[in-house]
């Protein structure tokens, strides 16, 4: 059997999608190169790191993290254009594993019940065909023993794309967007809101205070990447 997948792999080999170089026998979706190229936050052990300080009198967050810095033009970018746009979720996979296992060993990150991802509005997603965040969820939901919801947590309305938006305006474009069709799923947990990238967390508070709205619910926040 093993013959037979070398002969495979001989003639179809796996290649980074970052940097395009053939993977070695032992790699996963992007070479040990481009995977140390990836600047890592450490902001799971950090108290107060960049995340939670974005969030820091908007809304109440039990903790927050990013896995790693999200650079223009950069392998990070890459990576992530690879998920979002390009559909191989085999990212999502990477990074959700890679997460996970930091959440689980966390000094500072109390069980968690659900995770909710960021979501798209249903247009968008059957244009897409998929949400970028969905095998980066259900792979944390393994590791670290939560239930992956989504449909609870909906997008209204498509709004325009985030990326080239001041600070003032990404806040405007998303205020009164999202809705949660179910306030007493959420009553008593510990919610993981995961979304890929975070710059204002203008999104990400939009979608908080949704779930703020259920009975002494705690929101954690856990993203891929996070721009400086």
């Known amino acids: 059997m093993q013959f037979f997948k070398d002969i495979y792999h001989l003639f179809f080999p796996k290649i980074c999608l970052c ?96 995770i909710v991802p960021v979501p798209l509005h249903d247009k968008r997603l059957k244009k897409r065909g998929y949400n970028q965040l969905t095998t980066f969820g259900l792979s944390l939901s393994k590791i670290i023993g939560a239930t992956y919801i989504k449909g609870v947590l909906i997008r209204k309305t498509v709004t ?27 009553e008593n947990k510990h919610v993981l809101l995961i979304d890929d990238v975070i710059t204002t967390g203008a999104t990400l508070e939009a979608c908080a205070l949704q779930l703020l709205k259920a009975k002494n619910v705690k929101v954690s926040i856990a993203t891929m990447a996070y721009t400086e």
């Not at 108290?47 to 820091?56: A, D, H, I, L, P």
């Not at 794309?161 to 949660?180: G, S």
């Open 19 to 114: 940097c395009k170089e053939q993977l070695l026998k032992n790699e996963k979706t992007i070479c040990l190169k481009c995977r140390f190229e990836l600047s890592t936050t450490n902001f799971t052990e950090e108290r107060s790191n960049k995340v939670e300080q974005t969030f820091f009198g908007r809304i109440p967050i039990e903790f927050g993290t990013a896995l790693f810095f999200y650079k223009t033009k950069g392998i990070s970018q890459q990576l992530i254009y690879q998920l979002k746009y390009y559909g191989h979720q085999e990212v999502g996979v990477l990074l959700g594993d890679w997460l996970g296992y930091e959440l689980k060993n966390s000094r500072r990150l109390i069980a968690v019940d659900y």
């Open 160 to 186: 325009e794309t985030q990326t080239l938006k001041q600070r003032f305006d990404r806040w405007k474009n998303v205020q009164e967007i999202f809705h949660l069709t179910d306030l007493m799923l959420f």
